[in-house]
């Protein structure tokens, strides 16, 4: 028991310094740059071909609302958020039950399931957009042959299905984990009082499993909101919907082309703040969620 | 059998009579690259055909028009027209003309110009259909329009020259000469955008050192021909050339940091670089030397008085064999060598059309760009010949790309040359 | 009762819709590129042929092949190693030591997470620049005005670990809160004990921390083969685009090249096919290589 702080001693001082430099160092790194961004948000263009490290010579908030109107970002941003919410939405709904299912229950397909989501690990979403995109046009083609309109392509419901699909994998693993780390009494004295399967998982259990949804929430809208390649395969038509990344497109560099830097940047800074915004919000509860044991059994 | 074959038949021509009113009616899908050039010209000259023409233009202009249509064109859904050349690094252009998906536009070259008394063939200012560039295949046929066209060269801060009091090289002799001259003074003699940019620079080279014939035959893989004494030459003078380069260039030879580069011979840095007219809309809005005045040349010369060349470089229009209304297509590809498109082309974005008589017009810095080939300088043109698709050979990254590890020490002009060679080799059994 | 009649379904219900999706978007498209890997196709006409194994017989003699996957394996090792030992020590100190700033520094570690990979290639492009970045600057300061810059970039013995730094910076935050989470889960008694046994931090985080989370660390380890592969074509892709001359390739931005720009999509599918292949048979030799008998707490 003691009753007054021990005086530090000179080993503890310097420890402490030593901790604040290693850590203060690593926050300098991330820092610096993300200013730079901010900053660079406000150049003029004619700025961008000297050293970039010069101070902006004024506030040059035109970068804004040209990246706001000339790459309709307006438009594309409202895009991105229906998208994200459609595919968390989705996600959510099928894995939820899925990892819980495949973390409490003993049934004949688990352990090809739990194998099949595992492999789905390594399956990269780079390489298989093509096949899906190709898959997706046969199903526009039958779908004009019945004489119907085309569906499957340039919707921006199947781009959020495909972000589903493919974030499955991580999101089941991950939330699976989490339920098996879940004491199972909770779950009995659900049942003790009568409550049903469907009943305990969403009333009982989806609630205790909160940290890491919001985890998996955190992570794949980070992953849906900053995604391109496929957004781009999938919204190929130029009269169609397109999302953000794809819409900063139009304002990155190209060969032979005059270069906006200006509106890049704003442009890159108006993509940003979301996602900051979003993980200010959750951050609390993202070390809570990260319970990564592995599948057991 | 019969009966099938009558129904076919008339099926057929009543196909072929209501083809024609269909046309009129469905709106012609018109994709172009933008360039320096901007987009506002491809929106006038559509407005301008559809004056003409009663014909729709659906319009797509993008700075990377290849993310933009690629996809559409995978799922069926072609433009009828695209202007998009080749050398780019999605080469989609070349991925066309190896799976021959291009229409033939011979017959264009015998079409009207659309409004205009004039034959298409006799519009195009001379050569320009005669590469292959234009007919990619070598069969004579031609697939792909010339458009936009922009001799390449070597750009030069003339101001500096001025306040130095030195003389342009006017062979490779005098440019070494001049090389440790500037080296004097701190001064690289050389810089590039990116190394892709070496191909105007090294065909204008092939025919310095050989001449018209040994570019065809280097350019269609013919067997021993780098061991030529002509291409060793070529490749001597590129790899002594990369002992003269900026060494922080292949730092900021790629995509995304290339205007540094650019920016060496605005900042005084280096003395020349290859580049294309489009360079100086490219570099507006960027900081410069004092008395900065933009100068360009063609290559030097091989031997005092050899021939000196400038590559012609120009955009391709072509029209996809899958497009769908390949009748209004080929209207509009004789309608952008109107005197009207032309004018549009040129006033709204200062793209210069290859047709007769109208680099005479120019005035200002095109006038000294376009007129290079009145004082002396010769016209390059052409490229490596299209073949198959061979697995894992990409020939421009290997006889362009590998510059950058010759200016940074990392391969030796012999191990370039070895792996050119052996390119060269497997392109020549896929030659079309 | 009624609980153990429905079971059967409710298991059906809630597994088979993710499935059924993982299986159209994932695993379909997967097997795919498995056949397409058998074919000599451009990727845009109907002329496909046939050819069995060619594209991998061809694959094992292409050089550019072989340096990309040189180039991939020292990235997931360096990046690996490196990140996963500054993110150790980054956790033990923020989750073992009190001290004042500490949630600060917590979220920002995880900033570079968040970010799309545009804005770090726009950040490390003005960080490695040779003649005005930040990196040569303060080198300069070391070195005196006018020495020889280094081109971080430019030069291909060192460019390859200008990747690596940005992407150890990219994803320390992520896997210092994974450590985080498994290291909260540590009980503080363990501590105590060697405490008053007089063991100091460092010998409390190698027999305590360390073997408890070891089963997590395993888990990260094949994140970091999965996630390494996908992220260095990412930042290949945007900040070097391979070069120069092919010395920054890795396995999908080569894969790419060849499936789209070089008209060889059914080559391109057999390096998806490798990197498959690859990237599972690591995670299995890396799990294998690291099995210790596991403490439970």
Redesign the interface.
Known sequence: MQYHKPRPTASAIAS?FL??L??GL??I??????L??FM?SFKQ??EF?????VLPEGLYFQNYVDAWSKARMGDFMLNSAVTTAMALGMLLI??L??A???SR?R?R?RRL?NI??M??????????V??????L?AG??QLRAWGAAPFF?NNLFMLA??Y???A??FT?YLLSGYFATLPVAYEEAA?IDGA???TT?VRVMFPLALPAIITVILFNF?SFW?EYIIA???L???TGPKTL?VG???L????????EFGQL?AG?VL??LP??IL??LV?RK?????????LKG | MKKLMTIALALALTIGLFLPAMAQEAPLKVAAIETAYGAEIWQEVAAGFTAKTGIKVELVTDKNLEDVITSQMKAGDYPDVVMLATGRKAALTETLIKENLLEDLTDVLSMKVLGEEVLVKDKIAGGFTESSLTNPYGDGKTYLAPMFYSPCGLFYNAGLFAEKGWELPATWDDMWALGDKAKAEGIALFAYPTAGYFDAFFYALLFEVGGPEFFEKATRYAEGIWDTPEAQQAFDIVGKLATYTEASVPSNANNDNYLKNQQLILDNKALFMPNGTWVVGEMADAPRADGFQWGFMALPAVTEGGDRYSYTWFEQLWVPAEAQNKEAAKQFVSYVYSDEAASIFFEKGGAVQPIVGLAETLEGDNKMFFSIYDTGAKAALGNFAATEPVEGVNFADTVFGTVNSLVSGDKTRDQWVEAIKVDSDKLREALK | MDRHKGRGWFIFWCSAPAFLLFIIFMVIPTFNIFRMSLYKWGGFSARRTFIGLGNFRTLFEDMKFLQAFQNTVLLIVVVSVITITLALGYAAILSRIKFKGQNFFRIVFYIPNILSIVIISAVFSAVYDSHNGLLNGILALFKGEGAQPVYWLGNQNIIIYSLAGAMIWQAIGYYMVMYMASMAAIPESLYESAGLEGAGKLTQFFQITLPLIWNNLRTTLTFFIISSINMSFMFVKVMTDGGPDGSTEVFLSYMYKQAYTNSTYGYGMAIGVVIFIFSFALSGIVNLVTRRETLEV
Do not use: E
């Open positions: 402490r901790i604040y290693v850590l690593l926050a790194l991330i820092i610096v740059p993300l730079w961004v660079a263009n004619s071909y000297g050293s970039p490290w099928f894995a039950p899925a819980y299912v495949l229950f049934f397909l399931m099949s989501f492999g789905g690990l390594f399956i990269n979403v780079n390489y298989i093509v096949p899906i995109f190709l898959m046009v526009d083609k392509l299905l495909v589903a699909a493919t499955l994998p089941v049942y049903s399967n469907l998982m980070l900053n781009m395969t999938l190929s038509s130029s990344p900063l497109m139009y990155t560099k190209a060969q032979n082309a005059r270069s940047y890159l993509v940003m996602t900051l993980y200010m951050q993202l070390t809570q969620g990260m319970a990564l044991g592995g």
